[in-house]
């Protein structure tokens, strides 16, 4: 089945960038998933940053990083990125990425932060964003 690890959080200034990374492993083929980027900061719930399509072409995001982040995937290294930029203290959080093979998701931005059609989840990696 597969297996998904996060990695590149850190603490940084707010204004600068920082690029999150997935691996995938434990497949047979990483083009069937769809991937999402998820983040839960302190008290609050889990919610939905940015999915995108088994091959890339459908890629949905959040009203609150639309412009900021983006999202890309490189099949033949079976990772998913996020790239952030122009980083807010409001974008603290655990950052997790996760895996779904139910395709379809990635049609409508409302079933691509459904965490419920998701089968993988990494266990996550913080983000601070502090002066």
Known sequence: QLQVVESGGGLVQPGGSLRLSCAASGFTSVDYYAV??????????????????????????????????????????NTVYLQMSSLKPEDTAVYYCAASSKRYITTVQALCFMTGLYESWGQGTQVTVSS
């Open 36 to 77: 999402g980027w998820f983040r839960q900061a302190p008290g609050k719930e889990r919610e939905g940053v940015s999915c995108i399509s088994s091959s890339g072409d459908r890629k949905n995001y959040a009203d609150s990083v639309k412009g900021r982040f983006t999202i890309s995937r490189d099949n033949a290294k």
